[in-house]
């Protein structure tokens, strides 16, 4: 499985120390490579490093987190940035937008709900290179395949053996591939994918969040909006309204 590279970048050591300690980064596929105690060590750490995420706080000395990450942007556009603050303010939520931050949370850091953003962020590093790749072949055809095979079948229930049965293979050695390709299980990625294809729908058309529900293969609305604001932090129609 792949190994995605992680530098840490606040300013007290407790909180590093707590990512390190508190948080399985085996279990998600990644290694903290590097730790920096400001703003301006932060910077030195990804150019030498390249990581493919940073952990970054906002209040840092030297040189702010917000900055930091305007900076390494430009630089390296394709590293991934997750904000860890203690500052719920909006004005710092709208920038970590306005610069495509991958999530804006909130200490003390709930390690449950930081191993989902870590597996979705995963998921959407595979489709960046997916969409990226000129050539697919071997279990990398196969994966294109079967995620392929998901989308097109959203609405059903997709059991992993269902679709293992359609592709002739085992289900143990579908649920293998999804995991060495993409980092995360079966289950996980076909969540993703549900919410993903339940943003869109919700930012573009007016239909009415049950039948979003089921369009996304939710056939209990409960369900579908008790897993939307746990992925999202809040229910769909909220979503809606904050998005428009």
């Known amino acids: 499985m792949r190994q995605y590279k992680v530098v840490l970048a606040d300013d007290e050591i407790t909180i590093r120390e707590g990512f390190k300690r508190l948080f399985d980064w085996e279990a998600h596929g990644c290694e903290i ?14 150019d030498s490093l390249h990581p493919d995420i940073v952990i970054m706080d906002i209040h840092m000395p030297l040189m702010n987190g917000l900055e930091v990450i305007q900076i390494l942007k430009r630089k390296y556009p394709k590293i991934a940035f997750i904000i860890v603050s203690g500052y719920d303010d909006f004005e710092y939520c709208r920038e970590a937008l306005r610069l495509k931050i991958v999530d804006y949370i909130l200490k003390p850091v709930n390690f449950e709900e930081f191993g989902e953003i870590i597996d979705n962020l995963k998921i959407t590093i595979y489709r960046d290179e997916e969409e990226a790749a000129t050539e697919k072949s071997g279990e990398n ?7 392929g095979y998901l989308k097109e079948h959203l609405s059903e229930e997709i059991s992993l053996k269902r679709m293992a049965d359609y592709f002739h293979i085992s289900p143990n050695y579908a649920g293998a591939v999804f995991k060495e390709k ?4 079966y289950q996980t990625y076909l969540t993703n994918l549900r919410i993903e294809e339940a943003k869109s729908l919700l930012l573009t ?4 969040v049950a039948e979003i529900a089921e369009l996304v293969g939710y056939k209990d609305y409960r369900i579908f909006t008790r897993t939307f604001k746990r992925i999202e932090k809040v229910p769909p129609t909220r979503y809606r309204s904050i998005i428009h």
């Not at 920096?36 to 750490?45: E, L, Q, S």
């Not at 058309?205 to 009415?208: C, H, I, M, S, V």
């Open 182 to 185: 993409i980092g995360v299980n």
């Open 33 to 46: 490579v590097g730790e920096a105690a400001d703003g301006v060590a932060a910077i030195h750490a990804v």
């Open 141 to 147: 055809q196969l994966i294109f395949h079967m995620t």
């Open 205 to 208: 058309t007016q239909k009415p």
